[in-house]
């Protein structure tokens, strides 16, 4: 149960409308979803077909919600493309390789839920991979619009600690939210590194697609999009315009050093091996092409992972090297390393109900004892990679209702919520007579914006 049920704002929903845009299931070609399709909502340039929110009220039902209505889903995909057209209007734009990123990885999720098989995908959809794909990155690029756009609006909003006192008084006794079993887990994560047999591999290969790309055989877009393995190979590695400083330092260096029309040599990153052809550049602004190869790795790469995170399991068990040191030391988790190695849960509490975890990681501490670290084992990190962990089973709390103290940070972040909804309520009030919007009549008696 979350305690930002509580929340009593007139808007109090609209942190959570965002999933909504979000294809996180398989429903989406679901028999209910036959449906003689119109528009139903206007905002400014864009609008919300029937199905949209057919759609969006079955993946709320799918989830369990069953409490919220379709008119508050409508509301909520009018709320969503308010926010866009306003982003439209205020020049808040998402960087095209930064929706990419985001697509390839919402790509894998729908695809491990048809089974990891494309085809499956295919046919449940009646689309090809390719159609699925531009679908679901319209849903991506508006998601993000409407996450910058709020972002935006509410980044100033703090509270105080007297704020959260007096939030966590205002919640009725009887309503307060009972939490689950929670624990406290720690990660260290070693990534394999790049032998060296497989780096020269790949700058050969490089240099040859280089050499085809200089001679004017075949152009770098094409070659882009037979060899690149980034989200910007099908567009033949372009990736539009980009702000100096958005880029990793190794890669906007060999950029910056080129000029137009120039091919760089192979240049390593932490998402592998590329080569670059600026294309143009306009002050702080430049636009650039690449082709990037990522390494495989041998079961040797993994060997020494393994070793190295067993020497540092070894020093923090003999004392001699606390976990959140090495964890801030030597993590390759960027997520988590800042944090002494720890896995947050939504609110940013160290502590996480174990409903939340994803059941590798669930049944991985099942068989281990509080206060031990685990085996190095291998595991598929967030963006599809794999890499050796060892897991630390800190502490362990009993199911409980909510308190101030052990609990501060969850409440510390509804109270922030209830505040930002009612800063975006505000803030709805005001744009809403700033762009168009129309409601089909057949929805009169939801009170759209109202």
């Known amino acids: 149960m979350k305690i930002l049920k509580y929340i009593n704002s007139k808007k109090g929903q609209l942190l959570i409308l965002i999933p909504f845009l979000v294809m996180g299931n398989l429903v989406a070609q679901s028999p ?33 919600d069953y409490k919220t209505t379709k008119c508050q889903v409508l509301e909520g995909l009018v709320l969503n493309k308010l926010m866009v057209a306003k982003a439209e209007i205020d020049s808040i734009v998402v960087e095209e390789d930064m929706i990419d990123r985001t697509l390839d990885m919402r790509m894998k999720g729908v695809i491990a ?10 046919e449940v959809f009646g689309k090809s991979m390719e159609e699925i794909r531009e679908d679901l990155r319209d849903q991506v690029k508006e998601q993000m619009l409407v996450e910058q756009m709020q972002s935006t609006i509410t980044e100033t909003i703090t509270v105080t600690p007297a704020e959260v006192k007096r939030f966590f008084k205002n919640i009725p006794k009887d309503s307060l939210p009972y939490f689950s079993t929670e624990v406290e887990i720690g990660q260290i994560v070693k990534k394999p590194v790049v032998s060296a047999e497989e780096k020269e591999r790949i700058e050969n290969s490089l240099i040859k697609i280089r050499d085809e790309a200089l001679s004017g055989t075949t152009s770098f877009q094409v070659l882009a ?24 330092p190794e890669f906007e260096a060999a950029a910056l050093k080129l000029k137009n029309g120039e091919i760089s040599l192979p240049v390593e990153t ?9 294309v143009d550049r306009r002050g702080n602004i430049y636009n650039a092409r690449h082709i990037l190869i990522q390494p495989k790795y041998s079961d040797k790469d993994f060997d020494v992972a393994y070793e190295f995170l067993d020497s540092i399991k070894n020093l923090v068990e003999i004392d001699s090297l606390s976990f959140d040191r090495a964890a801030k030391k030597y993590s390759d988790d960027k997520a988590t390393s800042s944090n002494g190695g720890f896995i947050r849960d939504q609110t940013g509490a160290n502590r996480i109900s174990v409903s939340e975890l994803d059941p590798g990681l669930f049944f991985i501490i099942d068989t281990m004892t509080v206060g031990s670290i685990s085996e190095p084992m291998k595991f598929t990190m967030a963006d599809g990679k794999e890499a050796m962990r060892v897991i630390y089973y800190k502490s362990k709390l009993k199911p409980h209702q909510a308190d101030l103290d052990k609990d501060y ?31 089909d009549p057949e929805y009169k008696d939801c009170k759209i914006l109202q």
Do not use: C
């Open 113 to 122: 839920q048809a089974g990891g098989d494309p085809k499956k995908l295919e």
């Open 225 to 248: 999009g037979r060899h690149s393995d980034g989200p910007s190979g099908p567009r033949g590695g372009d990736l539009g315009d980009v702000e100096r400083g958005q880029m990793v």
């Open 409 to 439: 940070q969850k409440i510390y972040m509804a109270a922030l919520n209830a505040k930002k909804s009612k800063v975006m309520s505000d803030w709805f009030e005001v744009s809403k007579h700033e762009v168009y919007v129309e409601i």
């Open 270 to 278: 932490e998402f592998g091996f590329h080569i670059i052809q600026m």
């Open 32 to 64: 209910e979803l036959t449906v003689i399709d119109k528009i139903i909502a206007k905002v400014d340039n864009y609008i919300v077909l029937k199905s949209d929110l057919e759609r969006s009220y079955l993946q709320v039902q799918s989830g369990g």
